[in-house]
């Protein structure tokens, strides 16, 4: 989490902001897994915020069937979905004392809503029904410190700490569900640079279309690749613009990378991705932007749009104020 930034004035929220974003020659795009979030529909008619319930305290978001989305809690632990195109929320999975939600990740295979964070001091990743909010797993995960986000591949779930330099796997069977009695751990090893004591390393985290990993770093900045099987890790090369300096949550859509604030503010930085002399390098394009953005968290594409959700960390009286989606136009 970025320091935060001074709130919004809710009267924003009927407006649309500038969004800037660098232009971007037209290129093929890299072939994706088949559990990521899609795009299949148009943005037309699409309202430019969705209301969340006050006092939610979001934090992750993901996007599910057609335009469904889900968004959890950091506060209370539970996890609300709706529709993008408006009409308020309800309820998936019900609040519970102690729980604390970060990331979340729909896996489209089975419709489950994979959520990382902590009941108590322990740290756990769940698995929900997206339709019938049944928790189908609750993995513990021993001596994690901060849980923060995730990404289901074909036969993992992934999870970042961003207080302990490792990456949680937890096992999935080839039709997409829990596959083994726990979880699993890989050492960030190679370039990485490591956390220090009371800050935020691995936050964000994401599949590549060569099967390994893409990682941020809150503190330190930069793109991380991580070789899955290994956990040698080695900085993605950044060229045309400045090098992140911060992140949150990351989004990758065909062979565009977005970081939510990797600039520090509240924008999306984004970037190119491509192979060059078998590594990759990822070319800045500029960043979104939109009034309406208060401290994202982290973000989703669905429906032609990237959907952030704003946290907005360092808000006045949390538990009451008003929370919101803004959706960004990527073209």
Do not use: C, K
């Not at 001074?6 to 559990?35: C, E, F, K, Q, W």
């Not at 591949?153 to 569900?177: C, K, M, N, P, Y």
Request: aromatic share 6%; net charge positive; charged share 15%.
């Amino acid at each position: 989490m970025a320091a935060p930034t001074s709130p919004v004035n809710d009267h924003a929220l009927t407006r649309r902001g500038a969004i800037t974003l660098a232009a971007a020659a037209t290129t093929a795009a890299l072939a994706g897994p088949a559990y990521a979030d899609d795009g299949r529909h148009g943005h037309r008619g699409l309202p430019d915020t969705v209301a969340l319930p006050d006092g939610i305290r979001p934090e992750g978001i993901a996007s599910g069937p057609g335009t469904t989305f889900y968004v959890g809690s950091v506060s209370d632990g539970r996890i609300v979905t709706g529709d993008l195109r408006g009409g308020g929320t309800r309820v998936l999975l019900a609040p519970a004392t102690g729980r604390s939600l970060r990331g979340l990740f729909w896996d489209r295979r089975t419709g489950l809503v994979w959520a990382v964070g902590s009941l108590g001091t322990d740290a756990h990743v769940w698995a929900v029904g997206g339709r019938s909010g049944a928790v189908v797993a609750d993995v513990l995960v021993p001596g994690g410190g901060f849980l923060n986000d995730l990404v289901v591949t074909e036969r993992a779930v992934w999870v970042t700490d961003s207080q302990v330099d490792r990456l949680a796997r937890i096992a999935l069977t080839r039709r997409g569900l829990p596959g083994g009695p726990g979880a699993t751990f890989l050492p960030l090893s190679g370039e990485w640079p490591g956390t220090a004591p009371n800050t935020f390393g691995a936050n964000g985290i994401r599949e590549l279309s060569d099967g390994s990993l893409v990682l941020n770093h809150s503190t330190a900045g930069g793109l991380w690749q991580v070789n899955p099987r290994t956990g040698v890790t080695r900085e993605i090369e950044v060229r045309g613009g400045p090098r992140p300096v911060s992140g949150d949550g990351l989004v990758i859509r065909g062979n565009t990378l977005y970081n939510v604030r990797g600039s520090g503010g509240s924008d999306v930085s984004v970037y190119r991705l491509r192979r060059h002399n078998g590594a990759w390098v990822a070319t800045a394009r500029g960043l979104l932007t939109d009034a309406t953005l208060d401290v994202p968290s982290t973000a989703t594409f669905a429906a032609g749009s990237l959907w952030a959700v704003n946290a907005r960390f360092g808000v006045a009286s949390p538990d009451t104020a008003s929370y919101w989606i803004t959706r960004l136009e990527t073209h």
